[in-house]
């Protein structure tokens, strides 16, 4: 079981890997970083094609999947890259899969490495599929009433079936070790959702650079235990980061999602809302010297960002307003879901700052403009001990003079909660789409 | 090559990986994943590989669609990739031009 490779295109192709990944350390080298990927993979794959047989056969799948990925790629919004990175995620775990499945058919696969590495692959790809579609809104409910203990103990069942394949290696106890995993795909990942979406989304980046490297031991390639052990490292790297932003351990996510609060009588309609027009809104932030603004999903799913860099190019220049980007590291549905959308909005890099780097701001800014978020300024992660993310650490927004809030309603976050931030003294919601509400402002701030 | 040899090498590579990603800035978190995710379709070798001394039509089968599948991946992956960094790119141009 082996093609054609020479150590020293291996390690020019894991170099290709190793720089592609390294020039993302900067935003300036950042564009080179995706042509080394592509020159190190299109270099493995025309190595390998011309010394193997079958290889029509091989190029008519690569081109078929070419034309597939590239037009899918193509036509999707900027609103679902999180769900199109998670659905071609998905389809590697599922090559991997069939990998394994094959070279179990072939019957002189290495007993424990396969099933290890059948186990990931349908694990990362049902576990993908189910995150595609909760980001793509076809799942809206969690399975929460799948306990901790099933999962547990499934996956203690897999761990013996994969000792017990090792033991005697049958076919049918290699269908019943993928089947297990295939169910803790979905199990694990169906009771996981909002805030914690980027932690799953970076964990099965990881399951499949995993996977690649177990392949890699199946069929004794260097290349692809290097490669694998990259990516896995990056996506632990990135779930861990994700984690350390939510105060969680990995294991708490996975298995034990907080119990989320019932949503009847949430709402106390004693509480009193001040809401304000667009038109207020513009009056303050004119008269303000220093605004800090908090983009959330809700950002993403208006695409505000341009109408965003308009008012705050117009409070910089036209009212000498000082004004700065507060990202949480879990705001969106991916990690770093945000920084991509105001590069696109061609925010400048300066203006843009981390949770730690500005949190202790807010308490020295005029105005917070909270635009679309809603858990990750939440109070009630700071006060409530039984609540749902308590000790996330949050942005905090309430400690600026004013709160402007941009939400469509008074509806909870992803995780559920009421926000006590919303019946502040010193909050002022402006209901509707965010890009509208921004929009208004800006033609107001024009008119001024 | 024996199993220590590959563990070795796998090990190191973590290592490498591990210190590399550490240094990556967090705006630049979304394209990460996007590219280690194009990238993780070298998995595509395994399919070669298998193909390669495979005789029957079935395994054949289940080649040409792990094939598939890894080449969405693949090309997919890095299409998606190339549309988010391009948008880290217009504001450097400015830059040099100031």
Partial sequence: MNIYSSPLI????????????????????????????????CLAISISLISIRHQFLALSAIVIGAIIGIYIS???KLTALPQAV?????????????????????????????????????????????????????IKINFHQISQTINIGLFFILILAMLRYAYHPELIYFCIL???????????????????????????????????????????????????????????????????????????????????????????????????????AAFIMGNARKIIIVPGYGMAVAQAQHVLKQMA?????????????AIHPVAGRMPGHMNVLLAEADIPYEYIFGLSDINNEFSSADVAYVI????????????????AIFGMPILDVSKSKTVLIVKRSL????TGLDNPLFYADNTLMLFGDAQKVTAEIVKDLEHQ | MDFSTELIIFILSAFIGYYIVWGI?????????????????????????????????????????????????????FAVSQRMLKMFKPHQNKGRKK
């Fill in chain 1, 10 to 41: 291996n390690l020019a192709i894991a170099c290709f890997f190793i720089l592609s990944l390294r020039g993302l350390t900067f935003p300036k080298s950042a564009h080179r970083s995706n042509i080394l990927g592509i020159m190190g993979i």
């Fill in chain 1, 74 to 76: 193509q036509k999707i």
């Fill in chain 1, 86 to 138: 998670a659905a071609f995620n998905g389809l590697g775990g599922l090559a991997a899969f069939l990998i394994s499945c094959s070279a179990v058919l072939e019957e002189n696969s290495d007993i424990i490495d396969t099933p290890v590495s059948a186990a990931l692959g349908i694990f990362t790809f049902s576990g993908s599929f189910i995150a595609f579609a909760k980001l793509q809104g076809l």
């Fill in chain 1, 178 to 280: 993928s089947g297990i995993s295939f169910i803790l795909g979905i199990s694990v990942t169906g009771r996981i959702g909002g805030a914690d979406m980027p932690i799953v989304i970076a964990l099965l980046n990881a399951t499949t650079g995993l996977d690649s490297a177990v392949i890699g031991f199946v069929i004794n390639n260097i290349l692809l235990i290097t490669t694998g052990a990259l990516i896995g490292v990056s996506g632990m790297i990135l779930a861990y980061i994700m984690c350390q932003a939510m105060n969680r351990s990995l294991f708490s996510v996975l298995f034990n999602p907080k119990a989320l609060q019932t949503e009847t009588d949430v709402f106390d309609n004693d509480k009193i809302i001040k809401t304000a027009s667009p038109a207020d």
């Fill in chain 1, 313 to 325: 190019m117009l409070l910089i220049k036209k009212y000498n307003v000082e004004v700065k980007f």
């Fill in chain 1, 372 to 387: 679309g978020a809603n858990d990750i300024t939440n109070p009630l992660a700071k006060t409530d001990a039984t609540s």
């Fill in chain 1, 411 to 414: 509806s909870f976050g992803y």
């Fill in chain 2, 25 to 77: 800035t967090p705006s630049l978190h979304a394209p990460l994943m996007s590219v280690s995710n194009a990238i993780s379709g070298i998995v595509i070798l395994g399919a070669f590989s298998v193909l390669n001394d495979s005789p029957s039509d079935l395994i054949s089968t289940i080649c040409f669609l792990a094939i598939l599948s890894a080449s969405v991946n693949i090309f997919g992956g």
